[in-house]
């Protein structure tokens, strides 16, 4: 139930070569600045490779991006492979300048469902697999919390999308930030749900008021999540090992998927912000209207 897929940024921007890609990544306001550090030199962010499950179906990239001292973030897409404004902005996200810290991006986390587009993959949905206390109940599961448990992250962000608007639409969950039930992780999902309406999406909310992004708890919501909220990746993170994490769901109703990519981008790069973790998105002086 994806919109139609058409040709999204990152596709155009690999398409056109490295020339012609940095003069329209600079026409946009994209990464034309490296993030100073504190004495004002710039920083370099370094960029690595590895293989999560390496020689199996589920064999994925994992990028991870270092620019010295810091804390470290974590951005997660394709969960559900079927929502592909997560997939696309988590291959934005591999594209940062970071200030400092480190951020580990895994843009095709369940790489078969993603590459059917589907919700789910030959393990069944990949989200419902994370009891808190207990050992993953799969082998994707078991090879992301691997990843997790790894690299240790102070934040984590799993992204996903709607078909429609928490509150609005029956059974639907997006435009809603939910974190995990990690101490700091409410507040910040409130302070970047505020920012999104404020300061990025202000001009598009005064004729659709109900596109506004909102923090709620998984557990507090009527919606078929609820009594499932505690077998989610994020959830099972911030419940066994205190990571701060959230749950950022775009709605796809209205939205293709570069607006979507868009708007988890400016909520990622928010929320990373809020943990220490400055960063230049290829995405920064865009705008809703101008996708």
């Given at each position: 139930?994806?919109?139609?897929?058409?040709?999204?940024?990152?596709?155009?921007?690999?398409?056109?070569?490295?020339?012609?890609?940095?003069?329209?990544?600079?026409?946009?306001?994209?990464?034309?600045?490296?993030?100073?550090?504190?004495?004002?030199?710039?920083?370099?962010?370094?960029?690595?490779?590895?293989?999560?499950?390496?020689?199996?179906?589920?064999?994925?990239?994992?990028?991870?991006?270092?620019?010295?001292?810091?804390?470290?973030?974590?951005?997660?897409?394709?969960?559900?492979?079927?929502?592909?404004?997560?997939?696309?902005?988590?291959h934005v996200a591999t594209e940062y300048?970071?200030?400092?810290?480190?951020?580990?991006?895994?843009?095709?986390?369940?790489?078969?469902?993603?590459?059917?587009?589907?919700?789910?993959?030959?393990?069944?949905?990949?989200?419902?697999?994370?009891?808190?206390?207990?050992?993953?109940?799969?082998?994707?599961?078991?090879?992301?919390?691997?990843?997790?448990?790894?690299?240790?992250?102070?934040?984590?962000?799993?992204?996903?999308?709607?078909?429609?608007?928490?509150?609005?639409?029956?059974?639907?969950?997006?435009?809603?930030?939910?974190?995990?039930?990690?101490?700091?992780?409410?507040?910040?999902?409130?302070?970047?749900?505020?920012?999104?309406?404020?300061?990025?999406?202000?001009?598009?909310?005064?004729?659709?008021?109900?596109?506004?992004?909102?923090?709620?708890?998984?557990?507090?919501?009527?919606?078929?999540?609820?009594?499932?909220?505690?077998?989610?990746?994020?959830?099972?993170?911030?419940?066994?090992?205190?990571?701060?994490?959230?749950?950022?769901?775009?709605?796809?109703?209205?939205?293709?998927?570069?607006?979507?990519?868009?708007?988890?981008?400016?909520?990622?790069?928010?929320?990373?912000?809020?943990?220490?973790?400055?960063?230049?998105?290829?995405?920064?002086?865009?705008?809703?209207?101008?996708?």
């Amino acid at each position: 139930m994806t919109p139609p897929a058409r040709p999204s940024r990152r596709t155009v921007l690999a398409t056109v070569g490295g020339t012609a890609a940095a003069a329209l990544s600079g026409c946009i306001g994209g990464r034309d600045d490296t993030p100073p550090t504190d004495d004002g030199e710039p920083t370099e962010t370094e960029r690595e490779t590895s293989l999560m499950m390496e020689g199996t179906d589920y064999e994925t990239t994992v990028h991870v991006l270092t620019a010295g001292e810091g804390p470290t973030g974590m951005v997660l897409g394709g969960v559900h492979g079927n929502e592909v404004g997560g997939v696309e902005a988590a291959h934005v996200a591999t594209e940062y300048e970071l200030s400092g810290g480190r951020l580990i991006v895994i843009p095709e986390t369940n790489a078969p469902a993603v590459e059917k587009e589907g919700r789910t993959g030959p393990d069944g949905d990949l989200n419902r697999q994370f009891p808190i206390g207990e050992e993953p109940t799969t082998e994707i599961a078991r090879g992301l919390w691997a990843e997790i448990e790894a690299y240790e992250p102070d934040c984590l962000i799993d992204m996903h999308t709607s078909r429609g608007i928490l509150g609005v639409d029956e059974g639907a969950v997006g435009q809603t930030i939910f974190p995990s039930p990690a101490e700091g992780t409410s507040v910040d999902a409130e302070a970047t749900a505020q920012y999104v309406n404020e300061e990025v999406i202000a001009e598009f909310l005064e004729e659709n008021p109900e596109y506004a992004f909102r923090a709620a708890r998984v557990e507090e919501e009527n919606i078929d999540q609820n009594d499932e909220s505690h077998l989610m990746a994020v959830m099972k993170a911030g419940a066994d090992l205190g990571i701060e994490g959230w749950i950022t769901e775009v709605t796809y109703r209205g939205f293709d998927r570069d607006q979507q990519a868009f708007l988890h981008d400016r909520i990622a790069t928010r929320l990373l912000a809020e943990n220490g973790l400055d960063v230049v998105s290829p995405l920064d002086g865009e705008s809703l209207q101008s996708l």
